[in-house]
């Protein structure tokens, strides 16, 4: 079993930034590839970005290529979601998921967390 917490998020105005954390507990979380993911009102749950186990290899919607950073900190079991340049229609809820090998399929990933509002608007 892997733990996620999502955390960093809240209301922000056009152009603005935040950052987002998951931090993950239970197994060796260096094991997992992580993404992220957001869900917003009446709509299905998109991917954004995800990153490898290393760190060394980022995959990233088109939405959000240019704007939004994943990372990770294995040594603080962390996973973390730089988005700049935020737009409107980045309002969602975000949730950070771990699983084996890398993928932009949600119904693919085994561990979720609870989510963080992101909300964009002036």
């Known amino acids: 079993q892997v733990h996620l917490v999502e955390s960093g998020g809240g209301l922000v105005q056009p152009g603005g930034s935040l950052r987002l954390s998951c931090a993950a507990s239970?197994?060796?979380?260096?094991?997992?590839?992580m993404g992220w993911f957001r869900q917003a009102p009446g709509k299905e749950r998109e991917f954004v970005a995800a990153?490898?186990?290393?760190?060394?290899?980022?995959d990233y919607a088109d939405p959000v290529k240019g704007r939004f950073t994943i990372s990770r900190d294995n040594a603080k079991n962390t996973v973390y979601l730089q988005m700049n340049s935020l737009k409107p229609e980045d309002t969602a809820a975000y949730y950070c998921?771990?699983?084996?090998?890398?993928?932009?399929?949600?119904?693919?990933?085994?561990?979720w967390g609870q989510g963080t509002q992101v909300t964009v608007s002036s």
């Open positions: 998921a771990a699983r084996f090998s890398r993928s932009r399929k949600a119904s693919e990933y085994a561990y």
């Open positions: 239970g197994r060796t979380f260096s094991n997992y590839n």
């Open positions: 990153i490898s186990w290393s760190g060394g290899s980022t």
